[in-house]
């Protein structure tokens, strides 16, 4: 299948927000896919938005983190097997999904296990605030500690699979069995938890053909890992996706009858520059800091909150300031043009910035002091663009 029209343009000028290429929510994006998945298996309360997957009597869901659909593409000698699975998968077709917005691990997890968009299920960045106490959270550490189910009441489609029927199960890494996060976006059925990349492969494959009507997840960290650290130039993040494609190949060799394996990330990645022209440190630019009470998100997809009353003068100053770089908007005009979901939630919605930014260029709002390690990263990602915002949906059946 050839690559989607993509609403993306590469140029210096300000940004209009009707430039922004906003995700496919409803018919190609993260949320979409195991709804149509369940939908095939016949789970009430699930429908199917992505037409052109075939129902499939076992499924498995197969998510590497930080693994985009562009990173794929540029690496053919690395990931000989995911390469070949682009274009035409075997006995199905590849094409990209949209990751939604903010293009960040929590957010698209949230997304993937509970098929609803951000606006619904809540997690909108890495950091946001809680307006019920006005402190930052952030919902992949789930710092500081709030109720994971009021935080997101909705229930999971492996929940809701498990309760049709469905053999449900996820295997991961240990480490990942009671986190919040695991709670409310992934649980439902059993979890497995296994330590190295061959065993889940193995195990995944297993519990795929342990009944005749299944509906497995299994998950990879570390592409993610060493490109957050090292970029994706280095032999660290080179060395990584030779791994995991060999792990992909070991899975789809094991697949049992009558299965199908879709491959998929949480989003891309784009390295950054160590330079003052790529790296925009909020702690140290008084323009950008004044009248700001809380910094959220990421590098590439910021969460601004604003002093009250200072709300418009902030968005004029980042407007002036970022206009050229980062698509800049009021919490109400990101929600009006579908950022965040065809709707959101009323208690939803005071976690979403006074003011949102979304990278267009190859630029990042670092800062410095309050958030030390996530400045010093290489790879980073979060925004709308391409190479963050693709990310790969690739069949295999049996």
């Known amino acids: 299948m050839a690559l989607p029209d993509w609403p993306y343009e590469d140029d210096t000028a300000p940004l209009a927000l009707s430039s922004a290429p906003v995700p496919e929510y409803g018919s190609g994006s993260l949320a979409d896919l195991l709804p149509t998945l369940a ?19 076992r499924n498995c869901v197969f998510l590497i983190d930080g693994l985009g659909w562009e990173q794929i593409r540029a690496h053919p000698e ?21 990751a939604g917005f903010p293009a960040t691990t929590a957010t698209s997890l949230a997304s993937v296990g509970t098929g609803l968009p951000p606006g619904a299920h809540g997690l909108t960045g890495y950091t946001t605030r809680n307006p019920e106490t006005g402190e930052l959270m952030n919902q992949l550490r789930w710092r500081p500690w709030t109720d994971p189910h009021i935080w997101q009441p909705y229930p999971t489609v492996f929940q809701l699979a498990d309760a049709a029927g469905v053999h449900t199960a996820q295997v991961s890494s240990p480490d990942f069995q009671n986190t919040p996060l695991t709670k409310i976006a992934l649980s ?31 998950y990879y960290s570390e592409v993610d890992g060493k490109g957050h ?33 879709y491959v998929t990330a949480d989003h891309g990645m784009i390295d950054i ?10 702690d140290e630019d008084w323009e950008l800091g004044a009248g700001v009470a809380l910094l959220g998100g990421e590098g590439r997809a910021r969460h601004v909150y604003a002093v009250p009353g200072a709300q418009s003068d902030v968005l ?3 407007r002036e300031v970022l206009g050229e770089q980062f698509w800049v908007a009021s919490r109400d005009e990101a ?22 930014a979304a990278a267009h260029a190859d630029v990042v709002i670092t800062a410095s002091r309050r958030e030390p390690h996530e400045s010093a990263m290489v790879g980073m990602h979060g925004s709308m663009t391409p190479a963050e915002q693709l990310v790969p949906l690739l069949e295999v059946r049996s």
């Open 39 to 57: 939908a095939g298996l016949g789970v009430p309360g699930c429908t199917s938005a992505i037409p052109e997957l075939a129902p499939a009597d």
């Open 188 to 218: 439902g059925g059993t979890f497995r938890g296994k330590l190295t990349g061959e065993d889940r492969m193995d195990l995944a494959a297993a519990q795929l053909g342990a009944a005749d009507r299944s509906l497995i997840y299994t």
């Open 316 to 318: 004029a100053v980042w």
């Open 273 to 282: 520059p160590f330079d003052e022209e790529s790296r925009i440190d909020f």
């Open 335 to 356: 929600i009006a043009a579908g950022w965040f979901g065809p709707a959101v939630d009323e208690r939803v919605y005071g976690r979403i910035g006074d003011v949102v």
């Open 229 to 261: 650290r090292f970029g994706m130039e280095s032999d660290a993040w080179r060395g990584q996706l030779m791994y995991v494609d060999r792990l992909v190949q070991r899975l789809a060799e094991q697949l049992p009858p009558r299965s199908a394996l």
């Open 78 to 98: 690395e990931a000989p097997y995911l390469h070949s699975l682009l274009a035409t998968s075997r006995g199905g077709t590849g094409r990209p999904l949209t």
